[in-house]
């Protein structure tokens, strides 16, 4: 008899979660633990998925009879996990259990070291936008949008509730299987290799996850390893990870920022060293959105495309290669030139992507997940770009012992581009601090503003001084839970 019970170990992780939710909608019984009370999985109990210390009396009775899930967030030698060790029951990762489920599925996967979330939350919207089903398993929380009232990290071809009133109307509601699956590429601890998909795109391949590859040229074969993998025919790098993977000119489809167009704006095929096959241009912001254009393929295929004006509410160049990336890939699964540009004016956004708060007192806080040197610099230059002339105080929390040992003078200089910053202790996630290791590494490395380093219980006290600053709160940690604190010091609790 099939199995159609499974339990999660770490069911509150996004993506886990994720998960969890698609396979109670499939009729599953769900059950998990996690050690952590939180807005995830208390809207997890909500649906009736069983969380808790205690397992399950059935799986604690017959476990061969459950499907067991863990995430590599919660290590072996955790007492629940021995319980199985002993016991003989497999576990699998949650990246395996991904690539069973996408297995028979068209897949499309978004991988690279910064944007993966935004990236899918763009692609799926405007699949979705566009009518196409689409079932979507997102690394962060996409913004309400149409019916949807709430925010979610599971998209639903079979929910109408994720689409505007006048869209999808060939969605079959009772369809089990979406003509599209839209998935994050994970790089940590090579979850993307479990994955086959038809389409892909890599958005970067900065140096992270050391602690898992050793050296950066060991991270550059598993994402070569992962591009050999699209079997589609839909594969997209931007230039810069080209470059890096030594694929540039030898035939791989790129994306980026041109340098020279032709006066009729037209994209052409890109050679070596003749800049991108699919170019972004004309960036400019006005009135607090971003305006640029988009190089798509035309029907000729590749070496002919089109560009397509978009307007979008993100701000900054980064968020502009996520969409040309997302283009790219609905574009693939046969979404218009127009239609893409119509999903974008209405992009709902993402929760902690460069979230703001724009407060009545005249103060803006922006919370935002950058963890890694090359996100916070990019989120300070979109910051200086979509707030020109204000000052920039930043609240950073540092992400794992490891990355703050690897790259604290990355993350020095990028700090260094703010107004004033505070360092929080680090968030070790599923690490043991290391020794020597902690938040001065960074704060030695900052140079030629103020910057200091305390606990988050004294942040307020130190940014009571600002007068109508910009806020940005960093970090993939739980710092975003300091900003109703924040706000209601700035505001009395009321937000604009």
């Not at 919660?74 to 497999?90: N, S």
């Not at 050999?228 to 931007?238: E, K, N, R, T, Y």
């Not at 971003?290 to 190089?295: K, R, Y």
Request: charged share 20%; proline share 6%; aromatic share 8%.
């Amino acid at each position: 008899m099939p199995k159609s019970s499974i339990y999660f170990i770490g069911i509150g992780g996004i993506g886990m979660s994720a998960l969890a939710r698609w396979y109670a909608a499939q009729g599953w019984r769900v059950a998990g633990y996690d050690r952590v009370d939180s807005d995830l999985t208390r809207a997890l109990k909500e649906l009736g998925i069983e969380i808790g210390d205690e397992l399950p009396a059935n799986l604690a009775e017959r476990p061969t009879e459950w499907t067991v899930v863990r995430t590599p967030a919660v290590a072996l030698e955790h007492p629940i996990c021995t319980w199985f060790l002993q016991r003989g029951v497999p576990m699998l990762k949650r990246s395996e259990v991904l690539g069973q489920l996408t297995a028979q599925r068209p897949t499309i996967a978004v991988a690279g070291t910064h944007g993966k979330t935004t990236t899918s939350a763009l692609l799926a919207h405007i699949l979705i936008h566009a009518g196409r089903s689409c079932d979507a398993f997102l690394g962060g929380l996409i913004a309400p949008f149409g019916d949807r009232t709430e925010p979610t990290n599971l998209l639903l071809s079979a929910d109408r509730t994720q689409m505007p009133n006048d869209v999808g109307a060939g969605v079959d509601p009772a369809s089990a299987k979406a003509d599209w699956t839209v998935v994050e590429a994970d790089e940590f601890d090579r979850s993307f290799l479990t994955l086959f998909p038809q389409a892909a795109v890599i958005t970067s391949v900065d140096a992270d996850h050391m602690d898992i590859y050793g050296d950066g040229e060991t991270m550059l074969a598993a994402f070569r390893e992962f591009g050999g993998q699209v079997d589609g025919g839909g594969l997209f790098i931007h230039e810069d990870a080209a470059r890096a993977m030594g694929l540039e000119g030898n035939g791989v489809a790129t994306y980026g920022w041109e340098v020279e167009r032709e006066e009729d704006h037209k994209c052409s095929a890109a050679g070596a060293g003749r800049g991108p096959t699919f170019g972004l241009a004309d960036f400019e912001v006005v009135d607090g959105r971003t305006h640029f254009s988009v190089g798509l393929p035309s029907e000729a295929g590749l070496t002919g495309g089109i560009r397509q004006p978009i307007v979008s509410p993100m701000p900054g160049r980064h968020n502009a290669e996520n969409v040309q990336a997302a283009a790219l890939l609905a574009s693939y699964a046969g979404v218009e030139p127009a239609e893409i540009a119509a999903a974008m004016a209405c992009f709902p956004g993402v929760f902690r992507r460069f979230q703001v708060y724009a407060l009545k007192s005249g103060h803006t806080v922006v919370n935002d997940y950058a963890h890694h040197p090359v996100e916070i610099r990019r989120t300070v230059e979109a910051a200086r770009e979509q707030f020109p002339g204000r000052k920039l105080s930043g609240i950073f929390q540092p992400h794992l012992y490891s990355r703050t040992r690897d790259f604290a003078a990355e993350f020095g200089r990028a700090l260094s581009a703010l107004d004033r910053c505070c360092v929080a202790p680090i968030f070790p996630a599923r690490e043991v601090p290391l020794k020597g290791v902690d938040s001065h590494l960074i704060l030695e490395n900052i140079a030629g503003i103020p910057a200091e380093t305390s606990d988050v219980s004294t942040f307020l006290s130190l940014l009571e001084p600002m007068s109508e600053e910009v806020i940005l709160v960093l970090g993939a940690g739980d710092i975003d839970r300091m900003i109703p604190d924040l706000i209601s010091l700035l505001e009395g609790g009321s937000e604009r």
